[in-house]
């Protein structure tokens, strides 16, 4: 392609390119953003004040919440997820922060990039597929089992899954990642001379890792945690597959309200109650850490 | 400690031993089902009974083969062409995005910055509920208001796609910002005062710095449309996609069908993941 070279074009067209330019980047994002992100919540947020009568009249009212506080099993279920999301955030967090460690301050650097895709390789795969493969493993039949049994630890076979535990291990198995990345992300810029600093002055390791390491790490920590709770208390696939009859997950409530009772306005309320929680959770984590959402995203 | 400090040895075998144990846990499942899938046994389980590939290409009545397998198959062609238009579409606007917000300016540019990574806080659950909400209220206005019927509202895979570009397109309109962010707009300069426009500036100099990034999301945005599950499950029609049918499947019981689809995704997405980073890579 070649330009003519033309002389200096007046201010006015200059001016009004600008403002089709950014009519054609704002008119699609406006769109996106409208339709399906702002309408549908607000949507929702008016379904869950709607209350259907028998005789099938629909009137504004906070039934649907009252029914969410007096019937136990459905805030029960809302705290049990909430508490299990917190605790799969700090196990994966403690599970992730060593591994990370390891890969940016301590293996060999012609290893680093090699540990970095092996890490990262699983996640690629369909959530569906890793949590297939632990049923595979723990379920009755499953291949824990046939190995008990032949080493004769087991003499019957023990059903594994369908515990909450092996639901929070599904959880903390399918979030890894999220927490990873962003901790190994933020070690890379952290300057080995501190940690050597410190060990020339006499610190041992938990202080160093207490007040070097994990300061520095703070930005990475508190993004992967946001990432991984909301993950863990959105999720539908692990709770249902892993977690089995008792363990009763708030996604699966919203799922029956929307598709077994077909009663759309407690589904909203409880969607909303979700949505509620979670961005409390994610403005206190920015908060109590001092961080900004723009900045946790970069 | 470090490289660089001098540790014990039971510190560094203790530390090897347990990313080693990391890694085991991390490939246990993944190894374990692309290794049924070749088992003899009509369940995916132990003992092992023999090698066969009979879970790809058998066409027995007892013994059905993914190669023959017509609802997987299906469904496997449904999430393409899903995973298609929702890489094109979150392509198109997520690069509109990352112009907007990096080179323009205009009013309430900040309350729409944070509308725009709303998706990020927003469960995938609520995401598919509140749009089927409102495709409903729509549809049975339009039904009630001016007797039109119109599909688009009903569940079904355009509604599917709708779903899944509204979160989608946060995640390339981040990754695109993050590179124009580097871009040096001296050449921009450079090129208007030679005498190109807005729109010719950034048709031939723009996007191709953008390249990268733009072939890195896309991938991504496909991938993670290929492999949605919370959205999609309350938009989805009669034609399932992938995860919703092989949830269905694995929910009720499962045979090493599962077990050899499983086997070919992981195979493919791996490949697709060493591809886009080996041009990544490159690309630096």
């Known amino acids: 392609m070649k330009f003519e070279p033309r002389a200096h074009k007046p201010y006015t067209t200059m001016k009004t390119q600008k403002r089709w330019a950014l009519l054609f980047f704002l008119s699609p994002v406006l769109l996106w953003l409208i339709l399906l992100i702002v309408l549908p919540q607000i949507d929702l947020l008016l379904m869950s004040f709607r209350f259907e009568s028998i005789d099938g009249k629909a009137t504004w009212s906070l039934a649907n919440y009252i029914n969410f506080f007096q019937e136990p099993i459905y805030w029960l279920t809302f705290v049990r997820t909430a508490v299990y999301s917190i605790l799969v955030t700090v196990l994966t967090f403690i599970i992730a922060l060593p591994l990370a460690f390891y890969i940016t301050k301590v293996v060999a650097p012609k290893f680093q990039g090699f540990l970095l895709v092996l890490l990262l390789l699983p996640f690629w795969v369909s959530e569906l597929v890793r949590v297939y493969g632990w049923m595979i493993l723990l379920r009755e039949s499953g291949v824990f089992n046939h190995f008990l049994i032949k080493l004769g630890i087991l003499q019957h076979p023990v059903e594994m899954l369908y515990r909450d535990s092996t639901m929070i291990l599904g959880l903390v198995y399918t979030s890894m990642l999220f927490m990873v990345v962003p901790i190994v992300s933020v070690l890379e810029s952290l300057d080995n001379s501190l940690i050597e600093a410190a060990y020339d002055l006499g610190a041992n390791m938990w202080t160093i890792l207490f007040r070097i390491v994990i300061p520095h790490a703070t930005p990475g920590i508190v993004s992967g945690s946001i990432v991984v709770f909301m993950l863990t208390l959105g999720n539908y696939l692990t709770p249902n597959l892993m977690g089995g009859k008792n363990s009763l997950w708030f996604t699966e409530q919203i799922y029956n309200q929307f598709i077994a009772s077909f009663n759309w306005n407690q589904g909203s309320a409880f969607g909303f109650l979700l949505l509620v929680l979670s961005s409390i959770v994610v403005w206190l984590g920015l908060k109590l850490s001092r961080q900004s959402l723009k900045k946790v995203v970069q | ?284």
Request: hydrophobic share 55%; net charge neutral.
């Open chain 2, 1 to 284: 400690m470090i490289r660089t400090l001098p540790t014990s040895k039971t510190y560094n075998r203790l530390f090897s031993l347990y990313v080693i144990l990391y890694f085991l846990f991390l490939f246990a499942p993944l190894l374990i089902t692309c290794i049924l899938a070749f088992n003899d046994s009509q369940f995916p389980s132990l003992p092992w009974k023999g090698f066969t590939l009979e879970w790809f290409t058998g066409n027995l009545p007892e013994r059905v083969g993914i190669f023959h397998d017509q609802v997987n198959l299906d469904s496997i062609w449904v999430s393409f062409r899903v995973a298609f238009f929702v890489t094109l579409l979150s392509m198109a606007v997520g690069i509109c995005g990352a112009f907007l917000f990096e080179q323009e300016d205009f009013r309430f540019k900040q309350l729409l910055y944070f509308l725009m990574l709303a998706p990020l806080v927003i469960p995938g659950v609520i995401l598919g509920i509140s749009i089927l909400l409102l495709s409903n209220t729509l549809g049975t206005y339009f039904e009630t208001s001016w007797g039109l019927d119109i599909e688009l509202f009903r569940p079904g895979f355009w509604l599917v796609v709708l779903g899944q570009f509204s979160f989608i397109a946060t995640l390339v309109t981040l990754v695109v910002s993050a590179r124009l962010r580097k871009f040096d707009r001296t050449l921009e300069e450079a090129a208007m005062n030679l005498g190109a426009n807005r729109f010719e500036v950034i048709w031939y100099i723009t996007l191709k710095f953008l390249r990268p990034a733009i072939i890195g999301a896309g991938a991504v945005a496909f991938l993670m449309s290929f492999e949605n599950f919370n959205t999609t499950l309350f938009l989805v029609g009669y034609q399932a996609t992938l995860p919703i049918n092989l949830y269905l499947q694995v929910r009720d019981g499962s045979t090493p069908v599962i077990n050899a689809i499983s086997f070919l995704l992981i195979v493919g997405t791996s490949l697709m993941a060493l591809t886009n980073l080996y041009f990544s890579r490159k690309a630096e």
